[in-house]
């Protein structure tokens, strides 16, 4: 199977009259990027990252991401980046197939709509790309999250009991999937 990175680029006005670009992430969004990042770590919740990238090395992360056909889609408003969507395909030539799924958006660029519109220009980009299947994982107390999830069509493919321990309580991790052609439209 023959693939190719199809950039896509998607603009809309989110719910609160916020104009948004969905777009490819460039170098220059490095600084952003860890900046924002450094914020969600430290209320350490629902992202598994303990230490920022530095701007080098989010610069030569972005690098990879283009040079292996990966998705770095970020959420740009105003010419600042105020979240990521990601899908890294498996290095393997069998699990070329498949991509991760990773995502956050920065408080400010919550409950605006920017989930949904994540969501669907993921899904278009896998489709264009040639991807068949897509796993994320989940913590089973972000509720929201998962929520969204399951709208689009995740399905639960599996669940690692106390798998992680945050904020002094354990929580469960859920593995989720989404088959592009069972759901296609």
């Keep these: 199977m023959t693939v190719e990175n199809k950039p896509i680029e998607m603009t809309f006005t989110a719910k609160d009259g916020t104009e948004v670009t969905l777009r490819p992430a460039q170098k220059d969004d490095a600084f952003d990027i860890i900046t924002n990042v450094e914020k969600i770590i430290q209320k350490g919740r629902y992202i598994q990252k303990e230490r920022v990238r530095t701007i080098d090395e989010e610069q030569t ?106 904020d002094g309580e354990y929580d469960d991790e859920v593995f989720m999937a989404y088959f592009i052609e069972e759901n296609q439209q």
């Design 61 to 166: 992360f972005i690098q990879e991401m283009i040079d292996k056909n990966n998705m770095y889609t970020v959420v740009d408003i105003d010419g600042r980046v105020f979240g990521i969507a990601r899908l890294i395909r498996g290095d393997l030539k069998m699990k070329r197939h498949t991509a991760l799924f990773r995502t956050w958006l920065t408080d400010d660029a919550q409950g605006k709509g920017l989930g949904k519109k994540l969501m669907e220009y993921t899904l278009e980009w896998a489709r264009h790309n040639g991807l068949y299947k897509i796993c994320l994982t989940v913590f089973s107390q972000n509720t929201v999250a998962k929520q969204l999830y399951e709208k689009y069509g995740f399905v639960t493919e599996g669940i690692q009991k106390e798998q992680v321990y945050v």
